[in-house]
């Protein structure tokens, strides 16, 4: 199946976009600013995988995994203030 990079994928909604990508066998990058979030969220779950990733470092995340697809479950920058 394809790889997917989740941004925010622990948070309430993306956290269910990404049990639901990876009970449909797609390997799901998990990435937020938390480690421990990211870290706590995907143990025990097969093809859940944390890592950290920021907002503005979207680019060189997509360069360096070289996901299938991209989806951001994150907040928009203004409603973060």
């Known amino acids: 199946m394809s790889l997917i990079l989740l941004l925010g ?3 309430g909604f993306g956290g269910r976009i990404a049990h639901r ?6 390997e ?13 969220f995907c143990a025990g779950t097969p093809r859940l995988s944390p890592i ?4 503005a470092q979207t680019a ?10 991209l989806r951001f479950e994150i907040q928009p920058a203004d409603e973060c203030r």
Do not use: I
Not at 21 to 26: D, E, N, P, S, T
Not at 28 to 40: E, I
Not at 52 to 55: E, P, T
């Open 60 to 69: 060189e995340a997509l360069r360096v995994y070289r996901p299938d697809l």
């Open 52 to 55: 950290v990733v920021d907002r």
């Open 9 to 11: 994928g622990y948070g």
């Open 28 to 40: 799901v990058l998990v990435a937020g600013r938390s480690p421990d979030r990211a870290q706590a």
């Open 21 to 26: 990508l990876a009970a449909a066998g797609h």
